[in-house]
């Protein structure tokens, strides 16, 4: 039975919860690897749309293990207000699990990552300040918080003081703020603590001992390989590894156990916050696309920036994460376009690439190099097969696949779970 990682292609916000959340139907356990809830995932299930955050969408198929990895950072408060939401609407959420390794997000994580954003003024990286980002640098510097540091008073008191030692001079000296005090962390963190400790467990012993058993695993990513801290778009990126390797890092499961990679891809291309975008739309285009396909953050509310598809990130995403695969999202979005462009390459300067540059100035001064598709009028929101949609849309989802790197396996024609047109089984 396969090992399946889902995974964005572009800049985030493509649907990857619709296709975990149809994955998940069909299988035993869903991983979140990486992530906080900085990004958020939209499910519509008979017509009930679920906005989650920090939970896998694998929570909402019954008889699922969601499971939260190692290479998450979690906001215990937060965690808590999604799994009250959800029971209140009848769903079960006894069945999650949270990696012991995982890391948390205190308190002083939140309140830096919003004087910092401010601080750098035109120079911000466009967070959403939810302490992801400092909460993953104190992992990197080893004064992080660990949920199985909950559980040991004192060891957690000590490592508040260590935190806390250097972020007050930081928040005093440099930010003209109030210091922090150990007792008021220390009681922000505990207050969850017993609630919390059912739910934690040995997550790499655990999806192993599963794999062993012949389940099978959904491996979900947060944010996209546009925003991953290495491959992405730096330093306008996330914090953790959201491609296919950060799978592995992110739960504890070996490089050699994933069967299929997965990526999701808008039939358009959206981001949020700052950094380059070379088909953005700055104009009553990208304002159309922005209002026909409600691009507005599920975390932040925010505008998202919208442009046309970008076949150069997604080839580039189809290599870095070796993809078997490709679910195209939103195709109904496109509907009533005479014309659909489609970056094909870049030009910069002059000089064309038909691959993405490997320099970041470079790609902050692309323009797209587009191919322009014909378009059509029909409602495809009812099509359940490919050969239900119109010819140009057809001939639009085959060019995308000729140029994108993968093969497209599943197409999102609506919102809803059922709105979905399967080309290829993923689970085979």
């Known amino acids: 039975m396969p090992a399946v990682v889902v995974l964005g292609a572009q800049w985030g916000d493509e649907g990857k919860g619709k296709a975990t959340d149809q994955l998940g139907a069909r299988t035993d356990y869903v991983v979140k690897f990486n992530g906080g809830n900085n990004a958020g995932h939209t499910v519509v299930i008979d017509g009930e749309k679920y906005a989650l955050h920090l939970l896998p969408s694998g929570i909402l198929s019954p008889g699922v293990v969601p499971v939260i990895g190692n ?3 979690v906001d215990i408060e937060v965690l ?10 009848g769903v079960d959420t006894s069945a999650l699990v949270v990696s012991s390794a995982a890391h948390v997000i205190a308190p002083y994580n939140r309140t830096l990552d919003k004087v910092t954003e401010r601080f750098l003024g035109k120079r911000r990286i466009g967070t959403t300040g939810r302490g992801i980002g400092p909460a993953y640098s104190d992992k990197i510097n080893r004064v992080g918080i660990r949920i199985q540091d909950l559980f040991d008073e004192k060891i957690l008191t000590e490592k508040i003081e260590g935190a806390l030692d250097q972020k007050n001079h930081l928040l005093v000296k440099v930010y003209n703020r109030r210091a922090i005090t150990v007792e008021e962390t220390l009681e922000d963190l505990l207050r969850h603590a017993d609630r919390l400790k059912p739910f934690v467990g040995d997550a790499p012993l655990l999806l192993n001992t599963a794999l062993d058993n ?7 990513a947060g944010q996209a390989t546009m925003l991953d801290v290495d491959h992405g778009t730096y330093p306008f990126v996330t914090s953790s590894s959201a491609t296919a390797g950060g799978a592995c890092t992110g739960s504890g499961v070996g490089p050699t156990r994933i069967d299929r990679v997965v990526a999701v891809a808008k039939a358009y291309t959206t981001r949020v916050g700052e950094g380059p975008f070379p088909t953005e739309l700055l104009d009553a285009d990208g ?3 922005r209002q026909t396909g409600g691009e507005f953050g599920t975390t932040t509310g925010r505008p998202r920036r919208c442009g046309w598809y970008d ?9 870095v994460n070796g993809l078997t695969d490709l679910v195209v999202t939103k195709l109904d979005v496109l509907t009533g376009r005479d014309k659909i462009p489609v970056a094909v390459a870049y030009d910069v300067n002059g000089r064309r690439f038909d691959e993405m540059p490997d320099n970041q100035s470079d790609f902050h001064h692309a323009t797209p190099i587009y191919e322009y598709l014909d378009g059509w009028t029909e409602d495809i929101s009812q099509a359940r097969e490919f050969d239900d949609l119109p010819v140009n849309a057809q001939r639009y989802l085959l060019r995308l696949e000729e140029i994108s790197g993968a093969r497209i396996s599943s197409v999102g024609v609506g919102p809803g779970r059922e709105a979905t047109i399967i080309r290829h089984e993923l689970l085979s």
């Open 214 to 220: 012949g389940k099978t695993l959904v491996f979900e």
């Open 287 to 289: 304002e159309w696309l």
């Open 71 to 73: 290479g998450v950072v």
């Open 80 to 89: 808590f207000e999604e799994i009250d939401a959800l029971e209140a609407r």
């Open 311 to 319: 076949a150069v990130v997604v080839r580039y995403a189809s290599r």
